[in-house]
T-cell receptor, first 109, second 113 residues
């Protein structure tokens, strides 16, 4: 399968911005996603971006895509304690998603 | 609740027993996927259905695993002769074939003792 890599941990102060980074190897990726997983739960879709876009903004979330470098990032503005979770980057070029190992985000007061 | 529903949420079984999980997708979705997630890892693709047809199975899906979607609605995933290595979270997702945006259920956590 194709590789998707993420940093494992991020600690951020409440109210600051969080930036989670992801790199992928499949140059034919057409969709890229960010999912959130809270303890014991399934995956919640946060946002996704088509590969022909550079940026997508949705309320506190901003996704940036650098297709040349195969780099995807998720910025969460005004991070809250409820944002503490594991965030997964994923990509696909058809139906099968390839996921990274997840970034654990811890929000401290 | 119109999201993807999975049952049971948790299953504890002894090694060698058979288990079956059920997934009810979002009703209008024609694609249904199964993924497996082990501790500390991202989900890994197992198989997917377009309506009732199973179109791909991962190499992870050994002969002990079988999935069905008999009427193109709900799906079942059966594991025969469970092994401790089968302990994982089994996630189901569904989507329209056109939008490629899978929505996931809360998963079934399997523990094999």
């Amino acid at each position: 399968g194709e590789d998707v890599e993420q940093s494992l941990f991020l600690s951020v102060r409440e109210g600051d911005s969080s930036v989670i980074n992801c790199t992928y190897t499949d140059s034919s990726s057409t969709y890229l996603y960010w999912y959130k997983q809270e303890p014991g739960a399934g995956l919640q879709l946060l946002t996704y971006i088509f590969s022909n876009m550079d940026m997508k903004q949705d309320q506190r979330l901003t996704v940036l895509l650098n297709k040349k470098d195969k780099h995807l990032s998720l910025r969460i503005a005004d991070t809250q304690t409820g944002d503490s979770a594991i965030y997964f980057c994923a990509e696909t070029n058809d139906y099968k998603l390839s996921f990274g190992a997840g970034t654990t985000v811890t929000v401290r007061a | 609740d119109t999201g993807v529903s999975q049952n049971p949420r948790h299953k504890i079984t002894k090694r060698g027993q058979n288990v079956t999980f059920r997934c009810d997708p979002i009703s209008e979705h024609n694609r249904l996927y199964w993924y497996r997630q082990t501790l500390g890892q991202g989900p890994e693709f197992l198989t997917y259905f377009q309506n009732e047809a199973q179109l791909e199975k991962s190499r992870l899906l050994s002969d002990r695993f079988s999935a069905e979607r008999p009427k193109g609605s709900f799906s079942t995933l059966e594991i025969q002769r469970t092994e401790q290595g089968d302990s994982a979270m089994y996630l189901c997702a569904s989507s329209f074939s056109e939008d490629r945006v899978p929505l996931f259920g809360n998963g079934t956590r399997l523990t094999v003792t």
